[in-house]
């Protein structure tokens, strides 16, 4: 049986050292992300690995939209599955609008009088989802009428990608490097409504179907999968259930402040998903009860780093 061992903190300690001194400690918290670390880094240099980056929560709002659109810009990620939210959040700053700093608890009677939403102590400005509809609508209009008869979620999304001048839009980038955007729950966000809105007159038909065909062939042809996710709710559980055929992940790190207690996915931890063949017995995996918005850039500066230091060795 191993001791604990201290953490020794230094000045100009890099974030990297930090964590290699939390998984040299190995327990509590600071053992999990330690651990989460050396997960991410595994799956980011092997290059059997296929990556799924699943985002529940207000992850573009809360201010990782750059972190996830270098990830996909560097190649660490094969494929996102997300909520609506985040989509339609990455293309409110596309299209100009910004998430604003307030305060909560807040007065909301007053906020929807003055025509802005709230997401905890981020605001949106209301115009910026009358700006985002009228930008759906003229996507939609260019798209052939044939495209529209049959089109999947991911394909949607990876349309819309395109059309961004955004350089630092998720959907523009992700479009550009050919990582599919799965959306399960996509009806169920202010664009969702756009789309329902417009095909009460046009025709649109979104077929969820095709994006379970195109995300099952992606994990069924990985030599290993893995999975970094953020938060939980439907996303979570759609990227665990396409590697139930494979007999499950290869490797997880989960990120989520919900609790285990009620018995919900979104705070059970990964161990419970090796029951139902979703993670392997043998797979690498760690659960980090936290904030997202907070570990997950920790973690992926820390990995970054490393992967830094092991070319210097190389070269």
């Not at 992300?33 to 699943?54: E, Q």
């Not at 972190?67 to 299209?95: F, K, P, Q, S």
């Not at 494979?246 to 285990?260: K, L, N, S």
Request: hydrophobic share 45%.
């Amino acid at each position: 049986m191993a001791y604990v061992q201290q953490m020794k903190i230094k000045p100009r300690m890099t974030v990297g050292e930090l964590l290699e001194e939390m998984d040299k400690c190995g327990v509590l918290g600071a053992g999990k992300l330690g651990s989460g670390a050396k997960i991410i880094f595994n799956m980011f240099t092997d290059p059997g690995f296929t990556v799924f980056l699943s985002l529940a929560g207000p992850a573009v709002a809360g201010g990782l939209r750059l972190v996830i659109r270098d990830l996909v810009e560097m190649n660490y990620v094969d494929a996102i599955i997300t909520t609506g939210a985040n989509i339609v959040h990455d293309l409110v700053e596309a299209l100009g609008y910004r998430h604003l700093k307030g305060t909560s608890p807040v007065n909301d009677v007053k906020l929807r009088g003055k025509g802005i939403g709230r997401i905890g102590d981020i605001y949106v400005e209301q115009k910026a989802f009358e700006a985002l509809e009228k930008s759906a609508y003229r996507i939609l209009d260019e798209l052939p009428e044939r495209r529209r008869e049959r089109i999947a979620v991911y394909e949607l999304v990876e349309e819309i990608g395109k059309k961004l001048k955004d350089s630092n839009s998720i959907l523009a980038k992700a479009a550009e490097h050919n990582v599919k955007i799965f959306s399960p729950a996509f009806l169920d966000s202010m664009i969702g409504l756009n789309l329902w809105t417009y095909g009460q007159i046009n025709k649109l038909r979104v077929d969820p179907m095709l994006d379970m065909n195109k995300l099952m062939e992606i994990a069924m042809e990985a030599k290993k999968t893995g999975a970094i996710i953020l938060g939980g709710g439907v996303p979570k559980h759609h990227v665990l259930v396409a590697n139930i055929l494979r007999e499950g992940m290869d490797a997880a790190v989960q990120i989520t402040m919900d609790r285990p207690e009620p018995g919900g996915l979104s705070g059970a931890p990964l161990e419970e998903a090796i029951s139902w063949r979703k993670i392997r017995e043998t797979g690498q995996f760690v659960t980090i009860t936290g904030d997202m918005v907070t570990y997950f850039p920790l973690l992926i500066t820390a990995v970054l780093e490393k992967i830094e230091k092991s070319k210097d060795k190389r070269s």
